[in-house]
């Protein structure tokens, strides 16, 4: 059986949001470090696409450091818990080589949530949208919530979603 959840949260006042229309990987890092989201115990870079190069994707803990070779210790960039990567028809989506319709990506400092949504034209003229809303609760410090939603718009083709934990900019 198919479940489907679907999280809505009704945006802040324009005062708490940034907003991003846009999407140029060469700028990954600014936004990554502009959206970046923390309940005050941990902390996530507001990655759009984790093999794109052009950024450093992270997740932090207020409490977790580790020894570095400048300095005594440094805040670990720990194992990153909102990493996903997009298959379609068996090959994968790397977001600079498609065709992008419509960007828009917003950090809510109020309720602490990055909702990121992206229609794109995938080379084979498939229309697919992703909707990602990262949600890092104030009442739970280490538990971070990642939604998922996927849309076709002009064809049924095979999509493969993979969500987990990625290290590969980790230290």
């Known amino acids: 059986t198919n479940t489907s959840i679907t ?10 949001l940034i907003e991003r229309y846009k999407y140029n990987p060469s700028e990954d890092g600014f936004y990554e470090s502009l959206f970046a989201l923390t309940n005050g115990n941990v902390g996530i870079r507001a990655t759009v696409d984790f093999e ?70 995938d080379g084979f003229d498939n229309e697919v949208e992703i909707v990602i809303r990262n949600i890092l609760p104030a009442n739970d410090d280490k538990l971070m919530i990642s939604c998922f939603e996927i849309n076709q718009f002009n064809t049924k083709t095979d999509v493969v979603l993979s969500s987990g934990v990625d290290w590969n900019t980790g230290n």
Not at 7 to 16: D, R, Y
Not at 72 to 97: T, V
Request: charged share 15%.
């Open 52 to 121: 794109a190069g052009g950024g450093i994707p992270g997740c932090f803990f207020y409490d977790l450091y580790g020894n570095a070779l400048a300095v005594k210790k440094e805040i670990i960039n720990a194992l990153n818990f909102s990493y996903w990567s997009l298959n379609i028809n068996g090959y994968p989506i790397y977001l600079p080589a498609t065709k992008i319709i419509n960007f828009r990506q917003i950090l809510d400092m109020r309720h602490a949530f990055i909702y990121t949504r992206i229609l794109f034209e």
């Open 7 to 16: 999280i809505m949260i009704e945006l802040s006042n324009k005062e708490w």
